[in-house]
């Protein structure tokens, strides 16, 4: 992405990312993605079976800490993604991770307006079910973006071709979720979403 | 140590090409040296050779280059590069472009993408089987030899679900992909040769066509059964998945060879590659004593003797 001329806002793993920093700011939280415009989230991620006490089956990203060798859950439904800055707030957000967008999880979680999507987000990239680390997936992403690929075709290519070398028993499944005005959008030219037109997911399965 | 090393350059060295061009991608596997690997793998219908290929520049006709044309509508101004001598580019426009076809003769490939996803009903999208006839048809197009494409397309669906005030859409499928793989001298290649989406009322959207022009470089005799498990002992195998927990593997006390197939190793279409070259992925058992574990290895097929 540099190579494209952008710049690094931040970038930090392990115990440097914390869960203050992720949740939202109704949670007290400081939302850091929503300052920036194009944000990347990589860790764990898990679904639910069973419904939470408010009767909301919520998928969970695990934050790792080093001191403890452990990793703690926090619920997706804590994060809010979406800058309102029209300058520099998050318009496109990817988090990569297993099941963060399961798809019964996800219709829990919309039902519930619980999804960490607000009116500002334009797409949110992720996946459904298995995500299997690949050393290329990032590359073919940011070469698929700064070719002028839309966001979320640019997702798809990158799984398509960071898996394509490989021998998966269980297939892999690429989510978009966003508003309908928004799904064309490159780097360069996007639409403002209007949320009025109702969420739209869009899968497709990348491998094998 | 000196052992290992001894065996993979004695492998190495029955070849012309560089070593590096052979390469296999997944997660390395040395087994521990007193690991007793066996042989249970029929293999009457192995052939008995196979060549190397080396990947010289294609020559697309003008007919390929304006069928092409064709499927995205282009005409000779939507050119954007006229003095790049190694592709042809079109785009709809210079910036912001929505459909885009581009030709790069020297890895035989052909990429189109229409990516302006409209807001239009569903209208018409092909069944699998309608999808399937359609590809095939798109590739006499392009000028390539269908019988090289023996084996059964995968088909992958792209689904939308929407979620208006409240009320969710019953999942509908947006569009197609059919993905076919070439076989060379009847091996099936790695890596779909060609791709291609279709959306409403057939339109293609996007494919990939990787139809490299191969110049037999180098034919060998097909390893030993014994020659494959000195290969896989020298740790020249690795198993095909981008992650991969040991720990069962660890335990193993026998490894049997349950099933060989020959592959070609293909690199993505638009990727480039200097020869198309076989090998063999392995059904592998591991004996944990109580219990059986199964995975796969791939794994050099040539021996280095030559035909």
Same mark, same amino acid.
């Given at each position: 992405?540099?190579?494209?001329?952008?710049?690094?806002?931040?970038?930090?793993?392990?115990?440097?990312?914390?869960?203050?920093?992720?949740?939202?700011?109704?949670?007290?939280?400081?939302?850091?993605?929503?300052?920036?415009?194009?944000?990347?989230?990589?860790?764990?991620?898990?679904?639910?079976?069973? @419904?939470?006490?408010?009767?909301?089956?919520?998928?969970?990203?695990?934050?790792?800490?080093?001191?403890?060798?452990?990793?703690?859950?926090?619920?997706?439904?804590?994060?809010?993604?979406?800058?309102?800055?029209?300058?520099?707030?998050?318009?496109?957000?990817?988090?990569? @991770?297993?099941?963060?967008?399961?798809?019964?999880?996800?219709?829990?979680?919309?039902?519930?307006?619980?999804?960490?999507?607000?009116?500002?987000?334009?797409?949110?990239?992720?996946?459904?079910?298995?995500?299997?680390?690949?050393?290329?997936?990032?590359?073919?992403? @940011?070469?698929?973006?700064?070719?002028?690929? #839309?966001?979320?075709?640019?997702?798809?290519?990158?799984?398509?071709? @960071?898996?394509?070398?490989?021998?998966?028993?269980?297939?892999?499944?690429?989510?978009?979720?966003?508003?309908?005005?928004?799904?064309?959008?490159?780097?360069?030219?996007?639409?403002?979403?209007?949320?009025?037109?109702?969420?739209? #997911?869009?899968?497709?399965?990348?491998?094998? | 140590?000196?052992?290992?090393?001894?065996?993979?350059?004695?492998?190495?060295?029955?070849?012309?090409?560089?070593?590096?061009?052979?390469?296999?991608?997944?997660?390395?596997? %040395?087994?521990?040296?007193?690991?007793?690997?066996?042989?249970?793998?029929?293999? &009457?219908?192995?052939?008995?050779?196979?060549?190397?290929?080396?990947?010289?520049?294609?020559?697309?006709?003008?007919?390929?280059?304006? &069928?092409?044309?064709?499927?995205?509508?282009? !005409?000779?101004?939507?050119?954007?590069?006229?003095?790049?001598?190694?592709?042809? /580019?079109?785009?709809?426009?210079?910036?912001?472009?929505?459909?885009?076809?581009?030709?790069?003769?020297?890895?035989?490939?052909?990429?189109?993408?229409?990516?302006?996803?409209?807001?239009?009903?569903?209208?018409?999208?092909?069944?699998?089987?309608?999808?399937?006839? %359609? +590809?095939?048809?798109?590739?006499?197009?392009?000028?390539?030899?269908?019988?090289?494409?023996?084996?059964?397309?995968?088909?992958?669906?792209?689904?939308?679900?929407?979620? /208006?005030?409240? !009320?969710?859409?019953?999942?509908?499928?947006?569009?197609?992909?059919?993905?076919?793989?070439?076989?060379?001298?009847?091996?099936?290649?790695?890596?779909?040769?060609?791709?291609?989406?279709?959306? &409403?009322?057939?339109?293609?959207?996007?494919?990939?066509?990787?139809?490299?022009?191969?110049?037999?470089?180098?034919?060998?005799?097909? +390893?030993?059964?014994?020659?494959?498990?000195?290969?896989?002992?020298?740790?020249? +195998?690795?198993?095909?998945?981008?992650?991969?927990?040991?720990?069962?593997?660890?335990?193993?006390?026998?490894?049997?060879?349950?099933?060989?197939?020959?592959?070609?190793?293909?690199?993505?279409?638009?990727?480039?590659?200097?020869?198309?070259?076989?090998?063999?992925?392995?059904?592998?058992?591991?004996?944990?004593? &109580?219990?059986?574990?199964?995975?796969?290895?791939?794994?050099?097929?040539?021996?280095?003797?030559?035909?």
């Amino acid at each position: 992405m540099k190579k494209g001329g952008w710049k690094t806002a931040f970038d930090e793993g392990n115990n440097s990312v914390t869960y203050t920093d992720l949740k939202k700011t109704s949670l007290g939280g400081n939302s850091i993605f929503n300052n920036v415009n194009f944000g990347v989230l990589l860790g764990h991620g898990s679904y639910s079976t069973t @419904a939470e006490d408010d009767n909301v089956k919520y998928t969970y990203f695990w934050l790792w800490n080093n001191n403890n060798n452990a990793s703690t859950p926090v619920r997706f439904a804590d994060f809010d993604f979406g800058g309102s800055d029209p300058v520099n707030g998050l318009r496109w957000m990817t988090v990569i @991770a297993c099941n963060m967008l399961n798809s019964s999880d996800y219709s829990s979680m919309k039902n519930n307006s619980r999804l960490p999507i607000n009116d500002n987000l334009h797409l949110l990239n992720g996946v459904n079910g298995a995500f299997y680390g690949v050393p290329t997936v990032g590359t073919y992403y @940011a070469t698929n973006l700064l070719g002028g690929v #839309s966001i979320k075709q640019s997702w798809i290519n990158a799984g398509q071709q @960071a898996y394509a070398h490989y021998s998966l028993a269980n297939s892999v499944n690429f989510v978009t979720v966003g508003w309908p005005d928004c799904q064309n959008d490159t780097l360069t030219s996007y639409s403002s979403p209007d949320s009025d037109d109702g969420l739209q #997911s869009t899968t497709i399965k990348v491998s094998p | 140590m000196k052992i290992v090393l001894f065996i993979i350059a004695t492998f190495i060295a029955g070849f012309s090409l560089p070593a590096d061009s052979l390469r296999l991608v997944g997660v390395a596997y %040395l087994p521990p040296t007193n690991l007793e690997i066996t042989w249970s793998a029929p293999t &009457n219908e192995l052939p008995h050779g196979l060549w190397v290929y080396k990947v010289i520049p294609q020559d697309f006709s003008m007919a390929v280059i304006s &069928n092409a044309m064709a499927i995205g509508s282009f !005409q000779a101004r939507d050119i954007i590069n006229p003095r790049d001598t190694n592709m042809i /580019h079109f785009q709809d426009r210079k910036d912001n472009w929505r459909r885009r076809l581009e030709i790069v003769p020297s890895e035989g490939w052909i990429g189109y993408l229409d990516q302006w996803e409209t807001k239009e009903p569903l209208k018409n999208v092909p069944s699998e089987d309608e999808a399937t006839k %359609l +590809a095939m048809d798109y590739l006499f197009q392009l000028g390539i030899d269908r019988s090289q494409f023996v084996r059964k397309a995968r088909i992958n669906p792209t689904t939308v679900i929407r979620l /208006h005030q409240g !009320q969710k859409s019953p999942e509908e499928v947006v569009r197609r992909e059919v993905v076919l793989n070439r076989c060379i001298d009847g091996v099936e290649q790695t890596v779909g040769s060609f791709r291609i989406t279709f959306g &409403n009322n057939a339109k293609v959207e996007a494919f990939d066509l990787s139809w490299r022009n191969l110049q037999a470089y180098e034919s060998h005799q097909l +390893a030993t059964a014994n020659e494959i498990i000195g290969l896989i002992k020298g740790g020249q +195998a690795v198993i095909p998945l981008p992650e991969f927990d040991f720990t069962q593997l660890d335990q193993a006390k026998k490894l049997t060879i349950a099933k060989i197939t020959p592959y070609y190793w293909g690199e993505w279409p638009s990727d480039p590659q200097d020869f198309v070259y076989p090998f063999a992925q392995l059904e592998m058992t591991a004996d944990l004593g &109580n219990t059986n574990f199964n995975f796969q290895l791939r794994c050099p097929i040539l021996s280095t003797n030559k035909f």
